[in-house]
């Protein structure tokens, strides 16, 4: 049974930094692909980054060159990294994986397994 557990939200204001990490178990992350989604209130979840396991990444438009998904295969986490933060980023976040390889894709049904989620809260 896959496991993921995130951790790294908080509060923050606006222009600031945040790194989440989702550390991963009952599978290794190589063998993954993995992606990080984010529902605020009242809207439906949507995707944010994603990597799979030849470490092909997409991001959504809004976070592209202020967000960066990583991942370390020797910890079994994958990260990401949140700059230059903006208040329509709060939300919960969300870790995501599935096994093998997914053509690179923020679409939620591509994934099987999911984390708790992570609050971001960014204020102005």
């Known amino acids: 049974q896959v496991r993921l557990v995130e951790s790294g939200g908080g509060s923050v204001q606006a222009g600031g930094s945040l790194r989440l990490s989702c550390a991963a178990s009952?599978?290794?992350?190589?063998?993954?692909?993995m992606g990080w989604f984010r529902q605020a209130p009242g809207k439906e979840r949507e995707g944010v980054a994603t990597?799979?396991?030849?470490?092909?990444?997409t991001y959504a438009d809004s976070v592209k060159g202020r967000f960066t998904i990583s991942q370390d295969n020797a910890k079994d986490t994958v990260y990401l990294q949140m700059n230059s933060l903006k208040p329509e980023d709060t939300a919960v976040y969300y870790c995501?994986?599935?096994?093998?390889?997914?053509?690179?894709?923020?679409?939620?049904?591509?994934?099987?397994?999911w984390g708790q989620g992570t609050q971001v809260t960014v204020s102005s």
């Open positions: 990597i799979n396991t030849v470490d092909s990444t």
């Open positions: 995501a994986a599935t096994e093998g390889w997914v053509s690179p894709t923020l679409s939620s049904s591509a994934y099987h397994y």
């Open positions: 009952g599978y290794i992350i190589h063998n993954m692909s």
